[in-house]
């Protein structure tokens, strides 16, 4: 069986990656255009895998290693310096993403007119200055 959209093999995880690349990472900043929505689809094979399989049983480290693999593409595929902050505080949404995927299906997660990586879609509490997302480390120094 053909599928239109390889990413399907990757599951709902994937999608939501895909999503979270397009609206907020974005380096080639294309996101207004939402022809070029499967732009970086190229990348998320190797960063599903980083996110899905825990390499540390620290999560900054993990972190890291999504935010470093984002940081060689920008610079080696994108031709850009790499925003190094942006590219942890992405990191931390996807292994966040990750983190929600093994402990419940995506699937039944109800978008509510909301990107597919809004925390409260994922069962995170929204504190009311609305940092939901885990804190990127601090790898300065």
């Known amino acids: 069986m053909i599928r239109d959209n390889p990413l399907e093999l990757f599951g709902p995880l994937a999608a939501a990656i895909r999503e979270l690349l397009f609206r907020e990472w974005d380096p080639h900043r294309v996101n207004h255009a939402s022809a070029s929505a499967d732009v970086y689809d190229d990348y998320i094979p190797a960063i599903h895998r980083l ?9 900054a ?16 595929y994108v031709g850009e310096m790499p925003d190094k902050a942006l590219n942890r505080e992405v990191a931390a949404r996807i292994f966040a993403l990750a983190e929600a995927a093994r402990s419940r299906n995506l699937a039944a997660v109800a978008h509510a007119g909301r990107p597919a990586s809004a925390p409260e879609d994922f069962g995170f509490a929204v504190p009311g200055d609305g940092a939901a997302r885990p804190a990127a480390p601090d790898f300065a120094g």
């Open 51 to 59: 996110a899905k399989d825990r390499h540390s049983s620290c999560e």
């Open 61 to 76: 480290e993990d972190i890291e290693h999504i935010a470093a693999y984002l940081n060689f593409v920008v610079r080696n």
